[in-house]
Every structure is written in structure tokens, then in C-alpha cells.
């Protein structure tokens, strides 16, 4: 069974940091590129962080630019999502998401989220003093 399992959440004042993980099971985390996802109460959901399948290409939203870094390690079959800075605004579910590139070009990222196909269940980030 193809899963993914979040994380790393928590309540966390205006200026610290979290660090989310994605722990994949059921498949081999090199084959796939990864996408962090988010959304707030009465939101849509927000593509913030995005990782190409051989780690070599990342994209981020503005919203999170220069404040979350995102990384996989092969070894530990997870992906990581590095907050910094945390704002209130930052507070939501963040979701990750795998979509299988083998056989196809692993350079790529994938930020549309209508393509990701393998979800976890969310882990709650809540930015609060």
C-alpha cells in the first residue's frame, strides 16, 4: 500500500520553527517528486514547496520564500519541509504529496496539485503567541 504519514506539527510562536516530515512507505521515494501543500480554515489549498524526484530542482512559493527549505533523504525513505520565521499566516494543515516520475524526466518539479496522486492525512501547524 502506496502511503505517506505526516509529521512534525505543533503550536509555535510568531518567529520559531518547525520541521515537518513525510515518512513514504509502500514505494521507492527516488521514483517520485514531492510537493508540500497547505490549507487554512476557510482557504484553498496552497502549494508552498516542491521537490524534483532526483532532488536536484525546488520551487517555492512567494508566501514562503527564503523562510522553508525542503529535502529528502534516500536513505530514511522521507521528505522534510524546514520552517523558519513562522508567521500567524503560516498557521493551516500542511499535506504532503507524492507523483510518480519514473520513466520520466526527474529534473522537473510538479506544482500543480490536480497532479499529485498519493496524499498523507495533514499535521496541524498553528503559529500563535
Known amino acids: 500500500q502506496l502511503q505517506l504519514v505526516e509529521s512534525g506539527g505543533g503550536l509555535v510562536q510568531p518567529g520559531g520553527s518547525l520541521r515537518l516530515s513525510c515518512a513514504a512507505s509502500?514505494?521507492?521515494?527516488?521514483?517520485?517528486?514531492f510537493g508540500w501543500f497547505r490549507q487554512a480554515p476557510g482557504k484553498e489549498r496552497e502549494g508552498i514547496s516542491f521537490i524534483s524526484s532526483n532532488a536536484h530542482s525546488t520551487h517555492f512559493a512567494d508566501s514562503v520564500k527564503g523562510r522553508f527549505t525542503i529535502s529528502r533523504d534516500h536513505y530514511k525513505n522521507t521528505v522534510y519541509l524546514e520552517m523558519n520565521n513562522l508567521k500567524p499566516e503560516d498557521t493551516a494543515v500542511y499535506y504532503c504529496?507524492?507523483?510518480?516520475?519514473?520513466?520520466?524526466?526527474?529534473?522537473?518539479?510538479?506544482?500543480?496539485?490536480?497532479?499529485?496522486?498519493?496524499w498523507g492525512q495533514g499535521t496541524q501547524v498553528t503559529v500563535s503567541s
Open positions: 509502500g514505494f521507492y521515494l527516488d521514483d517520485y517528486a
Open positions: 504529496a507524492a507523483v510518480v516520475r519514473r520513466g520520466l524526466d526527474r529534473t522537473v518539479v510538479v506544482a500543480t496539485a490536480e497532479r499529485y496522486d498519493i
